[in-house]
Structure formats: C-alpha cells, structure tokens
C-alpha cells in the first residue's frame, strides 16, 4: 500500500475515534452532575447543621469562579476518553493488524483480552477502598478545624486513585507476556520473589494517593497473588515449551549440549591397490623412467 493511502486510512482511523469521544464527551456533559455525585460518593459529606470540625464529614465546593466550568469540561472529557476507548483502541488496532504476524495478533488478542478485566478489577477494588482511605484522612483534622474540600481535588483524588489500581493490576499480565515470548523464564521470575515482594509493598506505599496503610495493603495484596499466579503459569509454559522443543529456552550465544562420545569403528575393509594412471606415479620420476631410484631411493652408486 503506498504511503498516502496510509495516510489517509490514519486520519480515517482517527476522525472516528475523536468522533466516538466526542459523542460520549457531549452525553458526560448532559449528565456532568450525577457523574460528579458518583465520583464524590466516598466523601462523608456534612449534612444540614452539622459542621466539618474534628474530621467526622467535610464540605465539598469549588474555590474559584471558573472552578465550575473547568471541572465540568475536565470531568467529561476523562468519561469521553475512558468510555470510548473499546472504539478508538479497535481504531488503533485495525490500523496496525495487517503488519502483524500471525503468532504476534495471538499475542495481541491474549494480553487485550486479560487486560481489560485486570484493568476493572483493579478500578473496582479503589472505588471500594476509597470511602476507608477518606474517612482515614479526614479523621487526621485537629480539633477547631474545619475541612473544606475542593471538588476539582476530590476528582482528580478519585481518578488517580482508579488508574494506579487498573494499571498496578496489569503488571503480572507483562510478565505473563514476556514469558510467553521466550524474554523471561518462570524460574528467573521464582528466583526474584523476596525483592518482588518487597518492591511491590513500597511500590504501594509510594503510588497510591494516601497516606493511610490500607491503600498500601489493598493495592500490594491482589498484585502479589497475581504474581503468584503470573509465576505458576510460566514454570507450567516453561515445562511445555522443553516438552515440545528441548533447546527452547537457549540463549542466542550459549552453545547447546553436544553428544562427544566416540562412536564404535567397524571392521576394516580390504582396499585394493589404486592403478597409476601416468607413469611418474609408478615410478616417481618425472618421465617414467625407473633407471635412476631403486626401491625408491636414488641410485647414484
């Protein structure tokens, strides 16, 4: 195909995923204000005469004038952007499919098809912690304090929050795929499970947005398990792929196992003397004579 049909199939692929998130964007916008009634859900919110001090509820507004406007539009677009991507991810992949190999679409369809329930189990399990990590955070307010939350703040807390999960849960799905495309062995990964361990604890404590050990806790829990798993399943592939292929797991500069042992020598078989086909291979002069070597030796006595 040349270039410019390329080109032109690009901007297809790209005009119908911009219109698939501008179609959704403009129904967000309809519904902006139940989406952010969704999302502000885990704030225990003061009710009617009830003040904010001490940490038991907190008073969600907006802080400056265009705070209304700019939340909205920031809202809607996030929802155009996760609600349309099955469109303008299979707009994606249809561009890039017809230069991929059959063993690699495999590859492809695998990880695609792991990934997105990996992603919402994990999206799932933060908007469940969520209400726990608020309330652990509210309650750290002194006595006399009131808290007063901005309600861009509280999204941008809850989005973070849903994508360090969704993402944190695909980390064993690559270890999955690169043990499938001969990059990593299940007993490399087994031999790292004390500093896997470890990273992934830290790794919690550093990337979710609060400070409290139950985010901590909910996010390094299920990616150990799935490590787990990630790792049973590569020794199980790694057993079948030796079955299948015995040098398999061979790096490209390591020499596989030669069979040295000497091999048996049968009988010796009689060979007939070879006839001289010129005369200098009989008698070893130049022209054939035998007058001047005897037994093969000059004769100059």
């Known amino acids: 195909m040349p270039l410019v049909e390329h ?15 501008a179609a959704v964007t403009v129904v967000a916008l309809v519904y902006s204000e139940d989406l952010m009634q969704f999302l502000t859900k885990s704030v225990p919110k003061c009710g009617p005469g009830v003040t904010s001090d001490g940490g038991n509820c907190a008073i969600v507004s907006f802080n400056t004038l ?4 700019s939340t909205t ?37 695998a990880f695609v098809g792991a990934a997105v329930p990996l992603f919402t189990a994990g999206a799932y399990l933060a908007y469940l912690i969520l209400p726990i990590s608020v309330k652990v955070l509210i309650s750290l307010t002194p006595g006399g304090s009131a808290n007063i939350l901005s309600l861009g703040d509280v999204l941008d807390f ?42 992934v604890f ?8 609060t400070t409290d050990p139950v985010g901590m806790l909910a996010l390094a829990g299920p990616i150990t398990v799935l490590y787990g798993a990630a790792v049973g399943f590569s020794l199980l592939n790694d057993r079948r792929r030796r079955r299948n292929n015995p040098d398999a797991e061979l ?10 042992t000497p091999e048996a020598v049968g009988a010796i078989e009689p060979v007939s003397a070879a006839r001289a086909a010129l005369p200098e291979q009989a008698t070893g ?17």
């Open 285 to 301: 002069e130049p022209d054939g004579s035998r007058q001047h070597r005897l037994n093969g030796y000059d004769d100059i006595t």
């Open 202 to 209: 830290v790794f919690g404590a550093i990337i979710t947005p």
């Open 73 to 109: 539009i920031q809202l809607s677009l996030t929802t155009g952007l996760v609600v349309a991507s099955p469109v303008w991810l299979y707009q994606l992949w249809a561009f890039v499919a017809p230069g991929l190999h059959k063993h690699e679409k495999k590859y492809t369809y």
């Open 66 to 69: 265009m705070a209304p406007f």
């Open 158 to 199: 809850t989005l973070r929050m849903v994508l360090v999960f969704g993402l944190a849960f695909e980390l064993p799905l690559v270890l999955v795929m690169l043990n499938l495309t001969g990059v990593l062995t299940g007993k490399r990964m087994a031999g790292w499970w004390r500093g896997v361990i470890m990273g």
């Open 251 to 260: 790096d490209d500069d390591e020499a596989s196992v030669l069979d040295l």
């Open 7 to 21: 080109l032109r199939e690009l901007r297809n692929r790209l005009a119908k995923g911009l219109l698939a998130i």
